[in-house]
């Protein structure tokens, strides 16, 4: 059952770039330690099951560079770290910080499979612009740059992102101070 944040009629404003840029900013610290985390617990779970000698002995040889398992789970992970704050409450901390919230255009909260696709949309470019380097070097940041604030820049109020998964980041108003 999604989440009404307002009535169907009341319109905010789209927030702007440089808000959506700082919160994006903001969340990406936030990820870097959600990742660590959970590289750590997959670390964990897989010395254990595997026996730390041979992962020790993986480590050792430059085996463990290239884990598809823990790629996928940090993946996983990241989805479902963004989809729970979208889904439920709109907004990730960063997004809570600058007072931005992700939400259909009738006021409601988006759904699982409008934040799989929100996600999936921006990590696609973030791994073709990654992939690029790897290949091409650093030149390709003057493709890759303008190529993820494409990504997130609103035109018209929506970003690709937003077109994508039919929904909006609104700047929410600032709420009365009472003395």
Same mark, same amino acid.
């Given at each position: ?19 959506? @840029? ?15 985390? $959970?590289? %750590?617990?997959? $670390?964990?779970? $897989?010395? %254990?099951?595997?026996? %730390? ?7 050792? &040889?430059?085996?463990? @560079? ?10 996983? !992970? ?18 809570? !910080? ?12 988006? @759904?699982?499979?409008? &934040? ?8 696609? !470019? ?32 929506? @970003? ?20």
């Amino acid at each position: 059952m999604p989440r009404r944040f307002h009535a169907a009629d009341a319109l905010l404003p789209p927030a702007t770039f440089l808000k959506r @840029s700082l919160a994006i900013i903001y969340d990406g610290l936030i990820s870097i330690a959600v990742l660590l985390v $959970t590289t %750590w617990v997959y $670390t964990m779970i $897989t010395g %254990w099951i595997t026996g %730390w000698d041979r992962l020790e002995q993986k480590a050792e &040889a430059g085996q463990l @560079s290239g884990d598809p398992g823990l790629t996928f789970v940090l993946f996983l !992970v990241m989805y479902l770290f963004f989809a729970y704050f979208w889904t439920r409450i709109g907004q990730t901390l960063g997004m809570q !910080v600058w007072r931005i919230r992700i939400e259909n255009l009738d006021g409601t909260s988006v @759904s699982w499979s409008q &934040a799989l696709r929100r996600y999936v949309t921006a990590a696609a !470019v973030f791994f073709l612009a990654l992939l690029a380097d790897y290949y091409l070097g650093s030149v390709t940041l003057l493709l890759t740059v303008p190529a993820i604030i494409a990504l997130f820049y609103p035109i018209n109020g929506l @970003s690709v992102t937003d077109r994508l998964s039919d929904s909006v980041v609104v700047s929410l108003p600032r709420k009365a101070k009472t003395n």
